[in-house]
């Protein structure tokens, strides 16, 4: 897998050297102790400060662990088995909680994740190792400027994650797929009625990009049942509402043990032209 890697400064290949990736101009990125390697730019400004916080990765790994969630990662595991890729490249891969289940399809695929947060790359590469998964390798990097060989994946993934089209493309074999997650209109209106007064629906989803036809749009809805506080406060976390929400509206789940929630997601299947 190391040899799909490119240096971030300089895009030259990466080589394993001790415990060091270095390119032919002496960059050199080493390996943590759980096996992840730091490969954002250190020339660009904010690096140090990008991506999700411990305490944001934390919610999530939490709540994940209630298996609210594992019908979506089901749903998204079948899309991608039925296309047999080899490489597969999770953008903006947070905790892993996607990553390590592709890593599992029956093609066995080589599984890059790449993501901003520092602390979810962590964790993502400590669980992998823990799991004993030899076909996952986890980078901190910008998705924007990913630290790998252009052609060179079957399957991109996003999950609720910013769409790198330019950089998506260029990572992609020709006819590859590029698989989008993204928040259906009725996604999480049980857990916003629990908040405020007035509850309005996600917008519609109808993206494009340059250089993709969408060839399958699937949706995953159930509903869930939110058990625990601490799993609402986490589930909380994890969505954009709680950066906008108000102190009062916030304080409304304090003592709420069970929230009935839809859960719709819209997955979208474009193929590289």
Same mark, same amino acid.
């Given at each position: 897998?190391?040899?799909?890697?490119?240096?971030?400064?300089?895009?030259?290949?990466?080589?394993?050297?001790?415990?060091?990736?270095? %390119?032919?101009?002496?960059?050199?990125?080493? $390996? #943590?102790?759980?096996?992840?390697?730091?490969? &954002?730019?250190?020339? +660009? /400004?904010?690096?140090?400060?990008?991506?999700?916080?411990?305490?944001?990765?934390?919610?999530?790994?939490?709540?994940?662990?209630?298996?609210?969630?594992?019908?979506?990662?089901?749903?998204?595991?079948?899309?991608?088995?039925?296309?047999?890729?080899?490489?597969?490249?999770?953008?903006?891969?947070?905790?892993?909680?996607?990553?390590?289940?592709?890593?599992?399809?029956?093609?066995?695929?080589?599984?890059?994740?790449?993501?901003?947060?520092?602390?979810?790359?962590?964790?993502?590469?400590?669980?992998?190792?823990?799991?004993?998964?030899?076909?996952?390798?986890?980078?901190?990097?910008?998705?924007?400027?990913?630290?790998?060989?252009?052609? %060179?994946?079957?399957?991109?993934?996003?999950? $609720? #994650?910013?769409?790198?089209?330019?950089?998506? &493309?260029?990572?992609? +074999? /020709?006819?590859?797929?590029?698989?989008?997650?993204?928040?259906?209109?009725?996604?999480?209106?049980?857990?916003?009625?629990?908040?405020?007064?007035?509850?309005?629906?996600?917008?519609?989803?109808?993206?494009?990009?340059?250089?993709?036809?969408?060839?399958?749009?699937?949706?995953?809805?159930?509903?869930?049942?939110?058990?625990?506080?601490?799993?609402?406060?986490?589930?909380?976390?994890?969505?954009?509402?709680?950066?906008?929400?108000?102190?009062?509206?916030?304080?409304?789940?304090?003592?709420?043990?069970?929230?009935?929630?839809?859960?719709?997601?819209?997955?979208?299947?474009?193929?590289?032209?």
């Amino acid at each position: 897998m190391i040899d799909l890697l490119i240096c971030p400064i300089c895009r030259l290949p990466l080589k394993k050297l001790g415990q060091s990736l270095k %390119c032919e101009k002496n960059h050199s990125y080493d $390996f #943590a102790k759980c096996g992840y390697v730091n490969l &954002l730019n250190p020339g +660009k /400004k904010n690096n140090a400060k990008a991506g999700d916080s411990k305490e944001m990765i934390s919610a999530r790994t939490s709540f994940f662990a209630s298996g609210a969630y594992s019908p979506i990662r089901d749903f998204l595991c079948d899309i991608v088995s039925e296309l047999s890729p080899l490489v597969i490249v999770d953008a903006g891969c947070g905790e892993g909680y996607y990553s390590e289940k592709l890593a599992s399809i029956d093609t066995h695929p080589c599984v890059f994740g790449f993501d901003m947060s520092k602390f979810g790359v962590e964790h993502a590469s400590k669980a992998s190792r823990i799991n004993g998964l030899e076909n996952t390798f986890f980078s901190v990097a910008n998705i924007f400027s990913l630290p790998i060989v252009s052609e %060179c994946a079957d399957v991109v993934v996003s999950m $609720f #994650a910013p769409v790198a089209n330019e950089e998506f &493309l260029r990572i992609l +074999k /020709k006819d590859a797929y590029l698989i989008i997650g993204a928040a259906g209109v009725s996604h999480l209106k049980g857990f916003k009625e629990a908040i405020y007064d007035d509850v309005y629906l996600n917008e519609e989803n109808n993206p494009s990009f340059d250089g993709f036809e969408l060839v399958s749009r699937k949706k995953c809805e159930y509903v869930a049942e939110i058990c625990g506080n601490e799993n609402i406060n986490s589930l909380f976390k994890m969505t954009p509402y709680y950066h906008r929400t108000t102190l009062r509206d916030k304080e409304k789940l304090n003592d709420i043990e069970k929230i009935r929630t839809e859960i719709d997601v819209d997955f979208f299947i474009f193929k590289k032209l």
